[in-house]
């Protein structure tokens, strides 16, 4: 049994995994010292070996994984078990979004991550959800109730809600606002996706991806299907673990 | 076992030069701590860095009294910031010739005051060292000269030119026979000015004199970049940035002295088999805008993540010394002609069309046996930032992994740059 454990920003993601096979996995809000949590999760089983992504990889590999690799070649592990045609993984995580560009045998090609900004992100849609009044699930259940939209400008966290707050002062329906936020935030990320340029099946994965809106509409811009795995925020952590496959 | 290293201070030379003495204070504390972190944690450095070591130790002490030492017998001290402006013309007065390119945030808070935030890092760190009195070698100057590369640099001259007297130097857009003409009226302004500094001209035996002086400095630099090229590498990429700034403050017939002096331990090092890394570390090419000192952010984090950096193709890296001088003119139009066409092989993206630089990654790749390409572009640099498409389209073609790279002087971006950086590795590594 090997374990990957994906050490995000704002989540610790963690994928059992004997012979290739998911076993369990787990999703836990991060505290303020994440590979002690990260820890106390690992002691309830006895793996062979641990292998470490995502922001807190390092910390994580002084402590107790013997092996790191990156959120991106993570990714494309994970994705390309699930998906074996996938060639193009759009990763929206709490804190970042990145685009993967696989060549036919799953080797990474390319990749773009979103520098030094929320725009596009987890943390984006919970400041726009929240100036709204809406919870998470209840923001993009309310963008799904209307087909119509306005148009939002800004993709800077702190603009767009200036934005927000102008359009409820004219008032335009919440619904209808947090549809246009639903929509501008698909218009940057299919940006990044097309400008890796896009090929094959194209996987979504992260905790954002849950967001039936989203991915709808990201399918309706890129006009082609998009899929999202079960569990779309373990794909880091299940990708680490059969990085391990391999080695003694 | 860890090397007795510190950045030197003398209060006393800094009162003299008119610094904010109290602040500059700390500066060679964390100049010191920098550079332990990052050159003197590698292991099995050449012998020869010594004396590079001491180059930064008296950055702000010995290596200024020497300038100041120079412009008591009325020798003039120039300070640039771009290497279009020719040195030799400077050699030949006898002058000194200071890289003033800024590459520390530490002032560029100051400049912001003044100067737009979006745009470049390096423009706004030189100008914050000057309006901040925070740069010794910048407080030691007689005068700069600034040129008409970029907007962010040819608009803040006509704004330094209130804090030290800023002369500027045009340098053309593209490479047509009219713009050469151009340039070389250029070339006898600059050298017109310098000679009104000094007070007589400069003759063709003086100008010989500094060619041969700079091409003999920029042989040196071919030669140590070669053996570098030498597949396990015989020193680190970080080593190799450091020298190629210290030669933008160091005397060029020293600095040729002890690189020749670094290239035989090199030499001696290939030959015995005494790689600075294995064998298996990959090997990475970095191109694009210049990394001035103490700007080792980039290098760091590649080097730090197990790869090794093999080139740098950038004017702190082979624009600088990669053309020299022909020697067979005789009379001075002719050998400013051949010093122009020299200056006019210098392939900045400032230029258009540019294509040759693309060409030159692609030789110095090749040479360097590189396994992946870093583009790295400072923040709000437009012109190698667009360039950076060809450059991508380029290496698509030839099957070069790429990553394109936007950064500045902040530490907020190291995470993330740690991140993408050791992806490519795996990239390569694939
Ligand atoms: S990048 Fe261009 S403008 Fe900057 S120093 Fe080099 S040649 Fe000059
Ligand atoms: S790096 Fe680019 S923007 Fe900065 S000074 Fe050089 S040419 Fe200008």
Not at chain 1, 181 to 194: A, K, P
Not at chain 2, 8 to 34: H, Y
Not at chain 2, 136 to 148: H, N
Not at chain 2, 160 to 173: A, F, G, K, N, W
């Amino acid at each position: 049994m090997d374990i990957g454990i994906d050490l995000g920003s704002r989540a610790i993601k963690l994928a059992v995994v004997e012979e290739g096979r998911l076993l369990s996995s787990m999703v836990v809000g991060s505290s303020f010292e994440p590979h002690k949590q990260a820890q106390q999760l690992l002691d309830s089983y006895q793996p062979r070996l641990v292998a470490a992504t995502g922001y807190g990889r390092h910390l994580a590999q002084k402590h107790f994984a013997q092996h790191v690799i990156t959120e991106i070649k993570a990714h494309a592990l994970g994705a390309r078990r699930l998906f074996p045609g996938c060639r193009t993984i759009l990763d929206v995580g709490g804190q970042d979004s990145k685009v993967i560009a696989l060549d036919t045998a799953g080797k990474v090609v390319q990749f773009q991550m979103n520098d030094k900004c929320a725009a596009g992100t987890g943390r984006f849609m919970e400041m726009m959800a929240a100036s709204l009044g809406y919870s998470l699930d209840e923001f993009s259940r309310a963008a799904g109730r209307v087909g119509e939209t306005v148009a939002i400008n800004s993709m800077c966290a702190v603009f767009a809600e200036s934005e927000v707050v102008s359009l409820r002062n004219r008032g335009v329906a919440p619904e209808v606002i947090a549809r246009a936020i639903h929509r501008s935030i698909i218009d940057r990320l299919g940006t990044m996706v097309e400008r890796i340029g896009l090929q094959g099946e194209l996987v979504f994965s992260g905790g954002v991806a849950r967001n039936r809106v989203l991915v709808d509409l990201l399918a309706q811009r890129l006009r082609q299907p998009v899929q999202v795995p079960e569990a779309p925020e373990i794909v880091g952590a299940y990708g680490a673990a059969l990085h391990l496959a391999g080695i003694p | 076992m860890e090397k007795n290293f510190t950045v030197k201070s003398d209060t006393n030379l800094w009162q003299r030069l008119d610094m904010d003495v109290e602040r500059f204070s700390a500066v060679p504390g964390i100049l010191t701590g920098a550079y332990q972190d990052i050159f003197l944690s590698q292991s099995n450095r050449p012998a020869a860095m010594d004396y590079f070591d001491s180059m930064v130790e008296n950055i702000y002490t010995g290596r200024i009294d020497e300038i100041l030492a120079a412009k008591a017998e009325g020798r003039p001290v120039i300070g640039t910031f771009c290497v279009y402006v020719p040195e030799e013309i400077i050699q030949a007065a006898g002058g000194v010739c200071i890289g003033l390119c800024g590459g520390s945030q530490l002032t560029v808070p100051d400049a912001e005051k003044i100067l737009p935030r979006t745009i470049c890092p390096m423009v706004k760190s030189a100008f914050g060292f000057k309006i901040s009195n925070m740069c010794p070698l910048f407080q030691a100057v007689d005068f700069v000269y600034g040129e008409t590369t970029c907007d962010a640099k040819k608009k803040t001259w006509e704004l330094l030119d209130r804090y030290v007297p800023t002369h500027v130097m045009e340098i053309p857009q593209r490479k047509l026979e009219r713009d050469k003409r151009l340039w070389i009226e250029e070339v006898k302004d600059f050298k017109a000015a310098v000679e009104k500094v000094i007070g007589s001209t400069i003759d063709e035996g003086a100008l010989k004199q500094g060619v041969a002086t700079l091409n003999a400095k920029r042989e040196a630099l071919q030669r140590l970049n070669g053996l570098r090229h030498h597949n396990p590498s015989p020193i680190s990429g970080r080593d190799m940035l450091l020298i190629q700034q210290i030669a933008f403050y160091d005397v060029p017939e020293r600095f040729t002295e002890k690189v020749h002096a670094l290239c035989d331990e090199l030499e001696i090092r290939c030959q015995n088999n005494n790689p600075v890394a294995p064998p298996s570390t990959p090997r990475i090419m970095v191109s694009g805008t210049p990394m001035a000192m103490p700007n080792w952010k980039l290098h760091n984090i590649i080097e730090k993540s197990g790869a090794l950096v093999v080139n740098e193709e950038s004017c702190i890296g082979t624009r600088y010394y990669k053309d020299t001088i022909a020697t067979d003119g005789t009379s001075m139009d002719d050998i400013l002609e051949k010093l122009t066409e020299r200056y006019m092989k210098i392939d900045c993206s400032c230029f258009t069309p540019n294509d040759d630089r693309i060409d030159q990654v692609l030789t110095e790749y090749r040479a360097s046996g590189a396994q992946g390409l870093i583009d790295y572009c400072l923040q709000f640099c437009h012109t190698y930032n667009i360039e950076a498409v060809k450059l991508r389209e380029a290496c698509e073609r030839e099957g070069i992994p790429f990553m394109a790279i936007e950064s500045d002087y902040s530490p907020e971006d190291v995470g993330q740059l740690q991140t993408r950086i050791e992806a490519f590795i795996e990239q390569i590594q694939g």
